[in-house]
């Protein structure tokens, strides 16, 4: 796994692994989507060794809705005033990520969601 030497280039990897994990999923890729997620985790592992999960509140209004998910999957711990939104917005759309995105709500509402970092 990739090491980082600054909060800006994990944020950068952060951005293009959620992309990549998005992109797989809509591709039917489960190697290289559990490839990028894998990435996505390691780099939220790092973000909150460093206490720094707040650097991914700049990515919820990213272009890429997987940079938003995951950016707002990542940030529900701490700060879920800003980050259930997000994912309400993407639970809306008319794509498979809206059940990535209700499915998250659910298990967060219920207290069952896992976060592996």
Request: glycine share 6%; proline share 3%.
């Amino acid at each position: 796994m990739e090491q980082f030497d600054d909060t800006c280039k994990a944020l950068t990897t952060f951005r293009m692994a959620a992309a990549a994990q998005v992109a797989a999923t809509e591709c039917g890729d489960y190697k290289k989507g559990n490839n990028a997620f894998d990435r996505v985790i390691h780099i939220l592992k790092y973000l909150k060794g460093l206490g720094n999960m707040n650097e991914l509140e700049a990515l919820l209004s990213d272009s890429n809705v997987g940079v938003r998910m995951f950016a707002a999957y990542g940030l529900l711990p701490t700060s879920p005033k800003i980050a259930v939104p997000v994912l309400k917005e993407i639970s809306q759309r008319e794509d498979i990520h809206s059940l990535t995105a209700k499915a998250t709500l659910e298990q967060w509402e219920q207290g069952t969601l896992i976060y592996p970092f």
